[in-house]
């Protein structure tokens, strides 16, 4: 065939219907492949989920005197639990065999020195040998927590409590201290003591510095004859209470001035610091020995005296007052004299 002849026609396959026909091939197929996921059979609804509580971590066993276990742990969440339950077994055939022997709602249980932790006691330990313990959390729906894990107690002999605790109150802390306890041959010597379930002292006196005057302090104080976990304690102590009074005067003002003015006394002094600064008492003498008040407590550092003795010399000094009724010392004298 002539090329000239046929000029203008072309009769091999158009490259832009070659593409056409690609994009409507993977139109067809991808339109197939989401009719058959549409129409694919929907399985049974899922059963709900099992809320399970967390574990109990961190948990310390306290063995109190000869005859009482407890056991000490974070405070879970109220949200996550409702109850604790102690478990326990005391047969070393069957140490893997624990059985619950109390279940106490969570909001029942004491806290162990600090809202930060709880413990739960056994209400019937098995005196005089080993036991194992552990604890399980329980949610609002009483599922359980996988056990925590297990602690146990030790047969050794137990100190005795300290004696004759004695309370001293100071300005700025609350001092304690206490006699040893009486000690059997079998006992190891221990200077170890736990005061209020919450503070471990070496030695036999106590500072509380964490106080307020007028509200009510207790102390208890246990001997420690093991530490570590198991914590082993004495029974506690005779309990001991106090009601700190503030008896102790404030510092007395400084840079007391005095100026005459117009027949009148001007004076000022430097502002106390004391937090429970109450005011200032003003005093006056003509002969710098007996002094008189001027007026009832001021409670600002400065105070104006309408009716000095004109023609003589005067005397001022100034005490503080604090909330509790305490006077300080007087500050330093000054004279001034009044024309």
Known sequence: ????????????????????????????????????????????????????????????????????????????????????????????????????????PLNELPQWADPEHRVIEDPSPEAGQPCRYTLNLINLKGNRSTPSEPVSTLVEPVAGPPLQLRVQVMENEIVLNWDPPARSGTQAASEQYLVNSKHVVDGRTFRETDFAFGEEVTFLVQTITRLQNPTILSEPSEEVSITPRDTFPPAPPGNLTAVAVDAKVQLIWDQGSEQDLAGYQVYRSSDGKTFTKLSDPVTLNRYVDEAPQVGAINYYVVTTLDQWGNESAQSDQVSVSVN
Do not use: Y
């Not at 065939?1 to 158009?14: E, I, L, N, W, Y």
């Not at 059979?41 to 809320?51: A, F, S, T």
């Not at 961190?58 to 409702?82: K, Y």
């Open 1 to 104: 065939m002539d090329f000239q002849a046929t000029r203008g026609v072309c009769h091999c396959p158009s490259r832009k219907n070659s593409s056409r026909k690609k994009v409507l091939w993977l139109s067809l197929a991808l339109s197939s492949l989401l009719g058959a996921v549409s129409c694919a059979k929907v399985g049974d609804p899922l059963p709900p989920l099992i809320q399970i509580p967390p574990k109990a971590t961190d948990v310390r066993l306290v063995q109190i005197g000869q005859s009482r276990v407890a056991l000490v742990f974070p405070t879970p969440s109220p949200e996550e639990v409702s109850a604790v339950e102690l478990a326990r077994t005391c047969d070393l055939i069957e140490a893997d065999s624990l059985l619950a022997v109390a279940r106490i």
